[in-house]
Every structure is written in structure tokens, then in C-alpha cells.
């Protein structure tokens, strides 16, 4: 049982290029989420999914695209990067959505990413 | 105003010593409440929920309350291990709301 696993742990990209962050688990859980980790801000949740087929936008999805074509996986596409998406990204899984009785968040190891 | 405030700190303590950290937010509406614990350059870990009629587990102690909108964690007996950020969150419908942390360092 890996948990949440998230690819890669550091990238750097220049600006304007795209690239896609990968997050799986192999619990089973029907809802997973993005966030980014900012200094002094929190984590901001950007997408989220509660079950296949389904995502939605957080408080932050600009410059984000989702897809959750199986359960286990949730990928994050930037579609062009901007220096402003320099931040640490978490994916995360729970077996409910948040006002569901087993809403505790498993969060993956985190991607850093730097935009030049 | 942020919805959840935490003080940044850090608290620097020693091993052994008391520390209570506060959290406050701004919806009145908020649901559910937790204290999620982060080691440095690590990602966020469930410590406790919090209840309205406090609750404790082992060393830690959580308290809400609602009239004042305030949320605290209290860690006894503090061991080097304890050295991490804790991030207060919050329920409000369906979304939950991290505070931005607040850190703590035990020396020996």
C-alpha cells in the first residue's frame, strides 16, 4: 500500500512551457484534490475531484487543468508556466469529501517546482 | 483578513515544557475542525480533530470554541520530536481552509 504517490519531486520548467504532475492512490478513495504551498499563504486548493469523472475548481485554478479518468489517478496539467506557479504542489486523497465522516486528507510527498 | 490566522512563530521550547498554540477564523459557519502537523519540507499529516467539548490524545490537547471562534493545541511534556509546523484547518461546506502555520522548535 504506497499511499499517494506524487511524479515528479522537483522540476524546473521555463516560462511558457506545459508539463503535467502525477498523483495516484491506491486506496481507493473516491475524493483527491490539488494544492499549492506558498510561503506565508497556505495551501490554496486549486482542483479537485470527488469521484471519476467528476473535478472541480478550487480557490485557485488559473493556469490549471484537471482530468480524473480512473480512480486511482489525478493528474495537474500547467498549460503554459508562469514564475507566479513556482510553489510546492500536494496531492491529496481522502475516502469522503470533506463534510463526509472519513474526510481525513492522505497528502502525497509533494512536488517542487520552479518557473524560470 | 485570512479565514483561518495562525501565529507563525516560532516557538522555541524547551524539551519537557508546555506549549499552547491558538488559531482563529473568521466563518462562524465553519463545520469541522483539525490540527495537521508538517515536518520540514514534508507534506501535512492528520494530528487531531478537534471537538467541541475538547479532546486529548496522549500529550496533546485540542480545545474549540465556537462563541469566540478560536481553536487551540496544547503539547504537553514536549520532546524533540515535536519539532514541526502545525497547521490549523478548517471545514466550511465542502472546502477546508489551511492556516498558514504555526512553528515549533524543542531544544534539548
Known amino acids: 500500500n504506497a499511499g499517494v504517490t506524487q511524479t515528479p519531486k522537483f522540476q524546473v520548467l521555463k516560462t511558457g512551457q506545459s508539463m503535467t504532475l502525477q498523483c495516484a492512490q491506491d486506496?481507493?478513495?473516491?475524493?483527491m484534490s490539488w494544492y499549492r504551498q506558498d510561503p506565508g499563504m497556505g495551501l490554496r486548493l486549486i482542483h479537485y475531484?470527488?469521484?471519476?469523472?467528476?473535478?472541480d475548481q478550487g480557490e485557485v485554478p488559473n493556469g490549471y487543468n484537471v482530468s480524473r479518468s480512473t480512480t486511482e489517478d489525478f493528474p495537474l496539467r500547467l498549460l503554459s508556466a508562469a514564475p507566479s506557479q513556482t510553489s510546492v504542489y500536494f496531492c491529496?486523497?481522502?475516502?469522503?469529501?470533506?463534510?463526509?465522516?472519513?474526510?481525513?486528507?492522505?497528502f502525497g510527498p509533494g512536488t517542487r517546482l520552479t518557473v524560470l | 483578513r485570512k479565514e483561518v490566522e495562525q501565529d507563525p512563530g516560532p516557538f522555541n521550547v524547551p524539551e519537557g515544557a508546555t506549549v499552547a498554540f491558538n488559531c482563529t477564523y473568521s466563518?462562524?459557519?465553519?463545520?469541522?475542525f483539525f490540527w495537521y502537523r508538517q515536518d520540514c519540507r514534508k507534506e501535512p499529516k492528520l494530528l487531531m480533530s478537534?471537538?467541541?467539548s475538547g479532546n486529548e490524545d496522549g500529550r496533546f490537547t485540542a480545545q474549540l470554541n465556537r462563541a469566540s471562534q478560536y481553536i487551540s493545541l496544547l503539547i504537553r511534556d514536549s520532546k524533540l520530536s515535536d519539532s514541526a509546523t502545525y497547521l490549523c484547518?478548517?471545514?466550511?461546506?465542502?472546502?477546508?481552509?489551511f492556516g498558514t502555520g504555526t512553528r515549533l522548535q524543542v531544544f534539548p
Open positions: 475531484s470527488v469521484g471519476a469523472g467528476i473535478t
Open positions: 478537534v471537538y467541541s
Open positions: 484547518v478548517v471545514r466550511n461546506t465542502d472546502k477546508l481552509i
Open positions: 466563518n462562524s459557519a465553519s463545520q469541522s
Open positions: 486506496m481507493n478513495h473516491e475524493y
Open positions: 491529496a486523497s481522502s475516502y469522503s469529501m470533506p463534510s463526509g465522516p472519513y474526510n481525513e486528507q492522505f
